[in-house]
Nanobody
Framework: QVQLVESGGGLVQAGGSLRLSCAASDHTFSAYASGWFRQAPGKERDFVAGISWSGISTYYVDSVKGRFTISRDNAKNTVSMQMNSLKPEDTAVYYC????????????????WGQGTQVTVSS
């Protein structure tokens, strides 16, 4: 299975921006849809954004529409998510995933996961 490694998390003030990146171990990543999920303490892991293998189709949870943008570069085996206008409620560990169903919100549709990167938004 393709291995995924996230980076780009950190501490930011409300209203600030961060860019998360996910690097895949090999070119097979380009055949997968990809998604970003997040998990806050004591809560379930939830879908945030998804992108088709081609990058043509993108999907977002309502709470991040207009603030987050997912993109991918298959030549570099990477997927990224630009996060603007961050809010304290965006604080969570963010996970990158590769799967078979673009835009799926179900964890079971994803076959590979990264280790996660912490995003903390202070008020």
């Amino acid at each position: 299975q393709v291995q995924l490694v996230e980076s780009g998390g950190g501490l930011v003030q409300a209203g600030g921006s961060l860019r998360l990146s996910c690097a895949a171990s090999d070119h097979t990543f380009s055949a997968y849809a990809s998604g970003w999920f997040r998990q806050a303490p004591g809560k379930e892991r939830d879908f945030v954004a998804g992108i088709s293998w081609s990058g043509i189709s993108t999907y977002y949870v309502d709470s991040v529409k207009g603030r987050f943008t997912i993109s991918r570069d298959n030549a570099k085996n990477t997927v990224s998510m630009q996060m603007n206008s961050l809010k304290p409620e965006d604080t969570a560990v963010y996970y990158c995933a590769a799967g078979l169903v673009a835009g799926s919100t179900s964890l079971t549709d994803y076959v590979s996961w990264g280790q996660g990167t912490q995003v903390t938004v202070s008020s």
